[in-house]
């Protein structure tokens, strides 16, 4: 049974950092793209980052071009998000997401449709 664990959510002041951190198991990690996602309350799921199976490519978000750096850990079945000069507009539930890659390109990692399975979500929250 497929599960994906996130950890590494919580408090932290403007310009900090977190790094979270989320765990596959039940599927052959080295052959999925992954992405993490974010939600606020009264808003739609929105693309944070995403990277391809072989780490070859990854694409991010705008607002966090610069500031975010996604990468895996094949060997551990991991994908974490590095977020560095965290910003109050940063809150929100962050969720890592599983999808087969087949050729998925730069444009697909952005795509929710790509990702079949999901994360419970971690919370993050950012203080001014």
């Known amino acids: 049974q497929e599960q994906l664990v996130e950890s590494g959510g919580g408090l932290v002041e403007a310009e900090g950092s977190l790094r979270l951190s989320c765990v596959v198991s039940?599927?052959?990690?080295?052959?999925?793209?992954m992405g993490w996602f974010r939600q606020v309350p009264g808003k739609e799921r929105e693309f944070v980052a995403g990277?391809?199976?072989?780490?070859?490519?990854?694409r991010y978000a705008d607002s966090v071009k610069g500031r975010f750096t996604i990468s895996r850990d094949n060997a551990k079945s991991t994908v974490y998000l590095q977020m560095n000069s965290l910003k109050p507009e940063d809150t929100g539930v962050y969720y890592c997401?599983?999808?087969?890659?087949?050729?998925?390109?730069?444009?697909?990692?952005?795509?929710?449709?790509?990702?079949?399975?999901w994360g419970q979500g971690t919370q993050v929250t950012v203080s001014s």
């Open positions: 990277i391809t199976s072989t780490g070859g490519t990854t």
């Open positions: 039940g599927r052959t990690f080295s052959r999925d793209i």
């Open positions: 997401a599983a999808g087969l890659d087949n050729d998925v390109n730069y444009i697909g990692l952005g795509a929710p449709d790509e990702y079949d399975y």
